[in-house]
């Protein structure tokens, strides 16, 4: 089979043969064809993003009409039963599962910086009572980076690990930190001997009278929902960790226009969003009364619909089997039998059916969270620490492929051509005139 495409411009009547590798042609290949000289050359016009590949990664497949999920070749599901959260994180920044020896130096290197400083601490409590946990978030990440210049030195590969161990110990604490200071809770110090989930767990529960969620069971239902959040390629949060990153911006910076990203109802804020949703349907009968609203277009069936998944989300189907372990623990948060019912009607409502709309990861997760002992307001937080892992990852991939440059997209220019600037404010800088009107 011959690998190219060839295009035949009407307007020159002009051919051109392009080569076809893995699927794409070079974006930069189409400015070749030009009607003259003169051109600038042909661009493709993609809002969104729809069918624009902007970069080639080795760290996560996905087949959205298979349903497949995969870190550096192993089936999500596999590593979601067989594996902790530490170690596939570990597969998702060096590409390989650990050797025991790895995996021990991998959390050390983690547990060194599991301590945030004291104006840290007190930063966080300059934020108000019921600041979003986001929020702070977000800013606190990018306060790191104030913390830690020689985080700047983006190209040396030391430091590069070193911002890698520092953000994924720090994220936790700060989450927790977050939740604490939200309500009036000193802060907990890290045990970083635990888990990673069940650090984490201690110091949100440690000391206040959630204090019984501290369960083993729990621990690693967390950890599981963790390892199924830590990457899913070119989303939102990351398009923005890589962009962000392009510009040579050190990596707290870039995570926190990621952790920006991932906040939003549509990507990683879902969560919350179902949740309310839910509470906003209140009982089955009142299912078809919604639908027909999602189908009038007055709101969106949260939890549903995917950019790449046109078949169920493998992560949604894992979410809903370990709600079973979970609630064998805490009982049965009653908000999934309401899910289920909607998921049951609207996947035989030829709306969603013929859109290929299916539950995604957000869906099941937030009723397994609030049964944990989780608010709402924290759902989006527990997406965010395991996806610094994945962040981080595409970032240090960003950084070391020397095929990538600044992020700069192109546009289309639509407004107007050039204008005279009316004479009232063609009067010339300086005069007295000026200045009045500018003060
Ligand atoms: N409820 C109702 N209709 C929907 C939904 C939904 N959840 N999602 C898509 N549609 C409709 C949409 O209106 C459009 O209909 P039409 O062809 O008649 O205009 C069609 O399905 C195609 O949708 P789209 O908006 O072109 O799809 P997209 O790829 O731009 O958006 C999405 C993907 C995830 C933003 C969208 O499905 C959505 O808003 N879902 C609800 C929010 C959500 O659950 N987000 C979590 C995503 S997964 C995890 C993550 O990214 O963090």
């Excluded at 295009?7 to 051919?15: A, G, L, P, S, W």
């Excluded at 596939?88 to 599962?97: C, D, F, T, W």
């Excluded at 990018?142 to 690990?161: C, G, I, W």
């Excluded at 910076?253 to 919350?272: D, R, V």
Aim: aromatic share 10%.
């Amino acid at each position: 089979m011959d690998n190219t495409v060839t295009v035949i411009d009407n307007r020159t009547e002009k051919q051109y043969t392009f080569p076809v590798t893995r699927g794409t042609i070079r974006a930069m290949d189409l400015r070749k064809i030009k009607v003259d000289a003169e051109d600038f050359g042909l661009m493709s016009y993609d809002p969104a993003f729809t069918n624009t590949a902007s970069c080639q990664s080795k760290i996560t497949f996905i087949d959205g009409d298979k349903g497949i999920l995969r870190y550096r070749g192993y089936d999500i599901a596999d590593l979601a039963e067989h594996c902790t959260f530490p170690q596939v994180a570990y597969l998702v920044i060096h590409g390989e599962l650990p050797t025991p020896e790895q995996e021990a130096e991998w959390l050390t290197a983690i547990r060194i910086h599991m301590g945030i400083f004291e104006n840290i601490k007190k930063f966080m409590e300059g934020f108000r009572y019921d600041a979003h946990p986001m929020g702070m978030l977000v800013s606190t990440m990018a306060a790191l980076s104030t913390f830690y210049p020689e985080s700047k030195e983006v190209r040396n590969h030391d430091r590069q690990m070193e911002s890698i161990h520092r953000m994924v110990g720090k994220v936790p604490i700060i989450a927790a930190y977050g939740y604490r200071h939200s309500k009036g809770l000193d802060y907990i110090a890290p045990e970083p001997q635990l888990g990673y989930a069940e650090n984490f767990m201690h110091m949100l529960w440690d000391r206040s009278p959630l204090q019984h969620l501290k369960h083993p069971v729990l621990a690693r239902a967390l950890d599981v929902l963790f390892i199924l959040h830590i990457d899913h390629e070119q989303n939102c949060s990351t398009n923005a960790m890589r962009s962000v990153g392009s510009s040579e911006a050190d990596p707290f910076l870039s995570a926190a226009a990621a952790t920006a990203g991932l906040a939003g109802p549509l990507h990683g804020g879902a969560n919350e969003a179902v949740l309310k949703m839910l509470d906003e349907i209140g009982s089955k009968e009142n299912i078809p009364e919604f639908i027909k609203g999602v189908k009038e277009g007055h709101q969106k069936l949260m939890g549903f619909g995917h950019r790449v998944y046109k078949n169920y989300d493998p992560r949604a189907k894992m979410i809903k089997k370990t709600a079973d372990e979970v609630f064998e623990i805490t009982g049965r948060n009653k908000k999934i039998d309401l899910a289920m019912e909607l998921e049951r009607i609207a996947l035989t409502d030829d709306y969603f059916v013929s859109r290929k709309l299916y539950p995604n990861v957000d869906y099941y997760s937030g009723i397994i969270y609030e049964a944990m002992g989780f608010e709402p307001k924290m759902f989006t937080v527990l997406f965010a620490i395991p996806r610094a892992v994945g962040w981080l990852a595409q970032w240090q991939e960003l950084i070391n492929d020397p095929e990538q440059k600044i992020a700069r997209p192109r546009q289309v220019y639509v407004g107007h051509e050039y204008r005279k600037l009316p004479d009232s404010y063609a009067r010339g800088t300086g005069s007295e005139e000026r200045l009045a009107s500018a003060r």
